[in-house]
């Protein structure tokens, strides 16, 4: 009949809304959580600093200059308790983003929900709890593979059990891209590390065979969407096609709704350019469509990166920006009105089907070599990852990938945004780091030292045993024990594990017009120096974002320069004690945590106390002007940031500096 009112489909709900943060200390990280979650965000990211996530207390000689930059610190429960307060973890849905530590964090959190009253089986939310991809992107790794894959299977045991509502291991897939993973190395690395903990908790026994399919359900996984948004949405399809065969081929789950790919997104930060950083928003948008476009590969969680995060760390109001863009599409769109917009699309199936063709066909080489941990003890997969993003690197240098107001389209007026008294950004209070130690010794001296001592000789006997160690960190964690101690009493049964770089070995063919140039140039100096000139790129701290490195150290060696690079987490005095043993000509710091000025700090005096003040030292980093410029003063010969992306310019004005400063030979 005509004028009859055609019923409307239902609309399908929202994603989780998150934005991954936390800074400076519990209490001001929690300020803002309750702001965001006011604004409208229905779900927690939590953000921890390099200390927390690798087991340091903030008083480690390693922690400094670290409290607080990238995420809050955690050291003890008063702090974790102090981050949840007045927010009711029986109703909260918190993701935690941490990895290493991952088992002491849950403990914590489930020891603050056990002090609010709130029963473990409540509990909803996920950990990160993916080691395997730290030692190829991340780095936040502290202990060897083997025992650290026999820790995420201790948490996904205990927590399928005692927290059944709880994501026990987000394999994530997000800093494999931001490390230069193509679309099929990003399926193929994150479905074989998932192939690998799954492997792992089965011959470990201590889940029941007719359980399994329950683990294979609580599985997630959390991944990276790029601006070839077709190609994201297509790789988001692959995968959730590929973990259906996967979980019913390999691991004979029936039950559709367990081999379901659940994962969460956070968009891109990579392409964030510091060059004309209003562009990030428009850049933001079209990543996040990847992941939202496709009903049957919708993500269930969406954290959204701020536009000005390739500035330094991003203002509540930055955050809100990112939040209201996630709001206005769920909201304000038709978006979440019609079923899936591509079935049918034979472009889109046929890019799928490639995808996950080449897809397997890595995940068969990886099989073949005895899974992810033989991979990354070959170094394998480090070493494709290394090449892919060189690759990346050049295309960006040479033009043929446009990347708007850094290597095209450069001309711009200056942005407003930017353009106040913060620089567009939030900078972490200096005092944060002393204040969290202030705290840190009051705990330790309010608490019952005894039952520190006999909560820690039970972790340590657990894991001696191999026993399941959730339960002995979560008596840790009432009895007052802080992450260093519970980092350090595995440390004593596990060791510690320094990855295989990846350079070394890693090959890329790609022509550079003027490589040959730079090649000449660093020829001559070295003929003129007596020996070849020789390059340290350390990273001090605990920094593992060890991307920008790894480029430094394989354009310098494909330059003709000697190179020296040991990989993460060097103390300032290893990074000089190697300066001075391998005679090297310029050191070269890559630090991306915001810790650049004490670390950097400390180098310099090292360096002047042992009568090397003359080599010059280069520094690279998401690095603010007014910190640019104390670095210069206190003798650093040049300051790169994003914006610096031509290496050849780069290494070109290191021999430039060599040159100036030792002409006569070495």
Request: proline share 5%.
């Given at each position: ?27 001001a ?6 702001t ?193 948004f ?47 950083p ?45 939040l ?37 066909e890595?995940l ?16 394998y997969?480090k ?22 107001g ?5 001309e711009?007026?200056p ?19 002393s204040?969290?130690?202030?705290r ?7 608490r019952?030292?005894?039952a ?16 399941n ?37 890693a ?30 790129v ?18 310098a ?59 010059p ?11 640019a ?38």
């Amino acid at each position: 009949m005509s004028g009859e009112k055609r019923e409307q489909p239902p609309r399908d709900l929202p994603w989780l809304f998150r934005t991954y943060s936390g800074h400076s200390s519990a209490a001001a990280s929690n300020r803002l959580y309750r702001t965001n979650l006011a604004r409208g965000q229905t779900g927690l990211s939590i953000a921890f600093d390099l200390p927390t996530q690798t087991g340091y207390d903030a008083d480690h000689a390693l922690a400094k200059g670290e409290v607080g930059k990238v995420g809050v610190p955690v050291s003890h429960l008063g702090d974790m308790l102090t981050l949840f307060d007045g927010l009711p973890l029986g109703e909260m849905n918190t993701s935690m983003t941490i990895n290493a530590t991952a088992p002491w964090l849950l403990a914590l959190y489930i020891a603050a929900a056990e002090k609010q009253g709130v029963p473990r089986a409540k509990l909803q939310g996920t950990v990160q709890n993916d080691i395997i991809k730290e030692y190829l992107s991340r780095g936040t790794y502290i202990f060897p593979p083997k025992p650290s894959l026999k820790l995420i299977t201790d948490v996904i045991s205990f927590a399928y059990r005692e927290v059944p509502k709880w994501n026990p291991t987000n394999v994530c897939s997000y800093h494999l891209q931001e490390a230069g993973a193509t679309p099929v190395q990003e399926l193929a690395y994150a479905l074989a590390t998932a192939v690998c903990v799954l492997d792992g908790v089965k011959q470990s026994g201590q889940v029941p065979a007719a359980d399994l399919p329950q683990v294979v359900g609580r599985i997630s996984f959390f991944v990276n969407a790029g601006l070839k948004f077709i190609t994201e949405m297509c790789k988001m399809r692959a995968f959730a096609e590929l973990w259906d065969e996967i979980a019913r081929e390999r691991y004979g789950v029936e039950d559709p709704k367990l081999r379901r790919f659940r994962y969460g997104v956070q968009v891109n930060s990579l392409g964030l350019t510091e060059q004309q950083p209003e562009n990030n928003v428009y850049r933001i948008l079209l990543e996040m469509l990847a992941v939202t476009l496709s009903k049957n590969a919708r993500a269930r969680a969406v954290q959204l990166p701020a536009w000005n995060e390739a500035l330094g760390l991003p203002r509540p109001w930055d955050q809100q920006w990112s939040l209201r863009l996630q709001q206005i599409v769920a909201f304000e769109t038709d978006l979440l009105e019609f079923d899936d917009i591509f079935d049918g699309s034979s472009a889109i199936a046929e890019k799928v089907e490639a995808l996950k063709r080449d897809a397997r066909e890595e995940l068969a080489r990886i099989d073949a070599m005895g899974g992810a941990v033989a991979a990354i003890d070959s170094s394998y997969m480090k070493q494709r990852l290394v090449e892919s993003n060189a690759r990346r690197l050049a295309a960006i240098e040479n033009g043929s990938q446009t990347v708007v107001g850094v290597n095209k389209f450069t001309e711009s007026a200056p942005s407003p945004l930017t353009a106040g008294s913060d620089g567009g950004f939030m900078k972490v209070d200096e005092a944060a780091e002393s204040e969290q130690i202030a705290r840190l010794k009051a705990w330790r001296e309010a608490r019952d030292a005894a039952a520190v001592a006999a909560a820690l000789q039970r972790l340590e006997g657990d894991a001696r045993s191999g026993a399941n160690i959730m339960e002995a960190s979560i008596a840790c964690a009432h009895a007052g024990v802080t992450t260093g101690e519970w980092g350090a009493a595995l440390r004593k049964v596990f060791g510690e594990y320094r990855a295989p770089t990846g350079v070394a070995r890693a090959s890329v063919e790609i022509a550079r017009s003027d490589i040959s140039k730079v090649r000449g140039r660093v020829d001559a100096v070295s003929k003129r120096l007596g020996r070849r000139i020789k390059i340290l790129v350390g990273k001090p701290g605990l920094d593992g974002h060890s991307n920008g490195a790894e480029q430094i150290a394989v354009r310098a060696r494909d330059a003709g320069m000697e190179v020296v690079y040991e990989g993460i987490r060097l103390t300032p005095a290893e990074i000089v004690n190697a300066a001075l043993e391998e005679g090297v000509h310029v050191i070269g710091l890559s630090i991306l945590s915001g810790s650049h000025v004490a670390l950097v700090d400390d180098v310099m005096a090292r360096l002047k106390r042992l009568g090397l003040a003359d080599i010059p030292v280069v520094v690279g980093g998401i690095i603010p002007p007014e910190d640019a410029e104390r670095l210069r003063a206190a003798g650093v010969a040049r300051v790169y940031t994003p914006k610096d992306y031509d290496l050849n310019t780069i290494m070109g004005e290191i021999v430039d500096l060599i040159e100036a400063r030792r002409p006569a030979a070495a």
